[in-house]
């Protein structure tokens, strides 16, 4: 079945240091992909998408995704964290059936001072 | 402002008091859909609208029903509440389906605020 794996249910990291959240995706052709971030009370906000060509993906608030073939994944990827990046991490998978965006179970992210 | 209005954004009801969640955008588009949020889940879609009068069932459609008359709204109506529908649910928009082939590449999909709803 296609589903997208989010393996780090919890993740914290000290302000400054880099971040890498992963996500793998169980697909039979590459789907698009995408990562969301969901602050506190807060709907989603789109951080950066896939859909082809260069693998290296640059983002919003200096976030950045490399797509891996070979790995099935598109890990997310900051040098440097800010307190202001604790908030709830989603990756999801789009493919042409379906018309539908499917989910990873998320990544909660803190930061500690 | 563009932006994806939902309302209410709390609600708590009573077993089999039919409810109806409202969803409405200002961006003209045509892409709507529903998610709830569940905790260790994710996000998972109810229905989702690619126009007016067209709607299809996403991954968990069961206890829901929706109906796109206007454009601009895509309301969620639970028919007899359960409380195995307590969740967080999202309305999003955008103007093409999330990754449609042709589609813009800056296109993004706009989540409302969310609506947290328990069902006793």
């Known amino acids: 079945a296609q589903s997208v794996t989010q393996p780090d249910i919890h993740i914290t990291v000290s302000e400054g240091a880099s971040l890498e959240l992963r996500c793998n995706y169980s697909y039979g052709a590459t789907p698009y992909l995408f990562w969301y971030v969901q602050s506190p009370g807060q709907g989603l906000q789109l951080l950066l998408k896939y859909f082809s060509g260069d693998t290296l993906v640059q983002g919003i608030k ?8 070979s790995q099935s994944s598109f890990n997310l990827r900051k040098p440097s964290v800010h307190w202001s990046d604790a908030a709830e991490y989603f990756c999801a998978a789009f493919t042409g059936g379906g018309n539908k965006l499917t989910f990873g179970t998320g990544t909660q992210l803190k ?3 | 402002e563009a932006q994806v209005t939902q309302n209410p954004r709390y609600l708590i009801t009573v077993t089999g008091k039919k409810l109806t969640v409202t969803c409405s955008q200002n961006m003209n588009h045509e892409y709507m859909s529903w998610y709830r949020q569940d905790p260790g889940l994710g996000l998972r879609q109810i229905y989702y609208s690619m126009n007016v009068e067209v709607t299809d069932k996403g991954d968990v459609p069961e206890g829901y029903k929706v109906s796109r008359k206007e454009k601009r709204n895509f309301p ?13 649910y999202f309305c999003a928009s955008s103007s093409s389906p999330p990754g449609l082939a042709g589609g813009s590449l800056t296109d993004t999909q706009y989540f409302g605020p969310g609506t947290r709803l328990t069902v006793l």
């Open chain 1, 111 to 113: 930061v500690e001072l």
């Open chain 2, 76 to 88: 969620l109506i639970l028919e007899s509440p359960s409380p195995n529908q307590t969740s967080l």
């Open chain 1, 62 to 69: 200096g976030f950045e995704a490399e797509f891996k073939r």
